[in-house]
């Protein structure tokens, strides 16, 4: 290998180092470690893009920015999210109640999946989906920001529908 070669590979690696370390957060930027005791989670009204009666508790990160987060949603009996879709993957733990998951643009209650306290789903991108709830229900979502939801119909968007 030529010096010319050598060098121009020794800088395409250092440019390759540099940046994966500027894309990494850095120590400052994150806590050393998360803590939270169930009876310290805040609750505050969940999303605008969820339907109205539902509450979310942010754990870690921030799901409107950049990066890994954790959200606890808690959805009251009766809930229904319509058939809609994330950009990112999600990762879903059902902590109590019990959820009515279901895949597809069209929600039917009849095909959704139940799911009880302690049950677990994992859903990739773009993949359609619908929830219903037979009682007070709190999941924890688990993805990387920012979060966005996509309704299938738009009519079932809650940002865009008149008060």
Request: aromatic share 8%; charged share 20%.
């Amino acid at each position: 290998m030529s010096p010319h070669q050598l060098t121009c590979l020794f800088l395409g690696a250092a440019l390759a180092v540099s940046t994966a370390v500027r894309s990494q957060p850095s120590l400052a930027e994150e806590p050393a470690h998360t803590i939270i005791a169930a009876d310290a989670v805040e609750w505050k009204a969940a999303p605008a893009s969820l339907p109205a009666g539902a509450q979310a508790a942010v754990l870690y990160g921030d799901p409107a920015k950049d990066g890994l987060f954790a959200m606890r949603l808690k959805l009251p009996k009766g809930y229904h999210i319509p058939p809609h879709m994330h950009p990112k993957p999600e990762v879903v733990t059902v902590i109590s109640g019990t959820a009515q998951l279901g895949m597809g643009e069209i929600a039917d209650r009849q095909k959704a999946q139940r799911l009880p306290m302690g049950s677990f789903f994992a859903l990739p991108p773009d993949m359609a989906h619908y929830a219903f709830t037979e009682e007070e229900t709190v999941i924890q979502l688990n993805s990387f920001g920012p979060w966005q939801i996509k309704y299938v119909r738009q009519e079932d968007d809650p940002r865009k529908q008149t008060q």
